[in-house]
T-cell receptor, first 113, second 113 residues
Framework: SQQGEEDPQALSIQEGENATMNCSYK?????LQWYRQNSGRGLVHLIL?????REKHSGRLRVTLDTSKKSSSLLITASRAADTASYFCATDSYSNSGYALNFGKGTSLLVTP | DGGITQSPKYLFRKEGQNVTLSCEQN?????MYWYRQDPGQGLRLIYYSQIVNDFQKGDIAEGYSVSREKKESFPLTVTSAQKNPTAFYLC????????????FGEGSRLTVL
């Protein structure tokens, strides 16, 4: 089942502004990951945050995780036109068959010059 | 170069025909996954495999079949039983001893005529 739900579904900002995307999920997780997808391409891993971590940074990316609220946010600072893409959160959790990632529906980000 | 190769990139099929999508990885990853992506639906898990000769159904396995005879290969067959097969199919892999991130292929777009 699709655990993660991103919000908003679409986001349009200007270059230089910050972009914030949120993800909510339903069950306990091992970790939460964020991916980026350019149109018609495969997904690329951006950042992973473990269930015992609260915040993580990677370059212009900042991810937070609140396990009590079952939510995460991805912040992209000083956005660029090249950041235009879809962004997905994925929850990594254990089921009877092992570990599998469940993806949300994504946030479509448009950054205009 | 190491990575995941999906083929073909585009495929057209007549109703009632089975079609097999290829996925090969040279990353020595244990686990391999097939996802289906439809507009506005995000990624949905079809099948995954954590070891050779073993695989598990995901959320939407009906109408699909897989095999894992070699560690490097995880082909997906879309059978005539799949009612709405037109979609973008993504293959991914990861090391079970690694950080948990998925590596994706570039996808195969299947259109049923």
């Amino acid at each position: 089942s699709q655990q993660g739900e991103e919000d908003p579904q679409a986001l349009s900002i200007q270059e230089g502004e910050n972009a914030t995307m949120n993800c909510s999920y339903k069950t306990s997780i091992n970790n939460l990951q964020w991916y980026r997808q350019n149109s018609g391409r495969g997904l690329v891993h951006l950042i992973l945050i473990r269930s015992n971590e609260r915040e993580k940074h990677s370059g212009r990316l900042r991810v937070t995780l609140d396990t009590s609220k079952k939510s995460s946010s991805l912040l992209i600072t000083a956005s660029r036109a090249a950041d235009t893409a879809s962004y997905f959160c994925a929850t990594d959790s254990y089921s009877n068959s092992g570990y599998a990632l469940n993806f949300g529906k994504g946030t479509s980000l448009l950054v205009t010059p | 170069d190491g990575g995941i190769t999906q083929s073909p990139k585009y495929l057209f099929r007549k109703e009632g025909q089975n079609v097999t999508l290829s996925c090969e990885q040279n990353l020595n990853h244990d686990a391999m996954y097939w996802y289906r992506q439809d507009p506005g639906q995000g990624l949905r898990l079809i099948y995954y495999s954590q070891i050779v000769n073993d695989f598990q159904k995901g959320d939407i396995a009906e109408g699909y079949s897989v095999s894992r005879e070699k560690k490097e290969s995880f082909p997906l067959t879309v059978t005539s039983a799949q009612k709405n097969p037109t979609a973008f199919y993504l293959c991914a892999s990861r090391s079970l001893a690694g950080t948990g991130e998925l590596f994706f292929g570039e996808g195969s777009r299947l259109t049923v005529l």
